[in-house]
């Protein structure tokens, strides 16, 4: 039997999401370390982001009450969907 696997196509990464938009995790790509860190940081699937600012490469947001700078690589990492 053959496993199927949900897609949502309105997903975009977090680095793409433009300054005052809010956003929900939908899941983090990449290598167990980089998710475990990241989910460590409040990350987790469902959890409402507002991207607060970018600078440079950096992103900066409001997730679970904390205020978090991540940089523009583990931002690619993170997938999320419009709205809240």
């Known amino acids: 039997m053959t496993s199927l696997?949900?897609?949502?196509?309105?997903?975009?990464?977090?680095?793409?999401?433009?300054?005052g938009a809010a956003c929900r995790v939908?899941?983090?790509?990449?290598?167990?370390?980089l998710r475990k860190?990241?989910?460590?940081?409040?990350?987790?699937?469902?959890?409402?982001?507002v991207v607060e600012r970018?600078?440079?490469?950096?992103v900066i947001v409001k997730v679970r009450g904390a205020r978090v700078?991540?940089?523009g690589p583990d931002a690619r990492r993170?997938?999320?969907t419009p709205g809240a």
Do not use: Q, W, Y
Request: charged share 25%; net charge negative.
């Open 54 to 58: 970018k600078v440079r490469d950096n």
């Open 37 to 49: 860190c990241l989910e460590d940081m409040g990350f987790t699937a469902g959890a409402e982001i």
């Open 5 to 19: 696997t949900t897609i949502r196509i309105d997903a975009v990464e977090l680095a793409s999401v433009k300054p």
């Open 69 to 71: 700078a991540i940089g």
């Open 26 to 33: 939908s899941h983090i790509d990449g290598n167990p370390s």
């Open 78 to 80: 993170v997938v999320v």
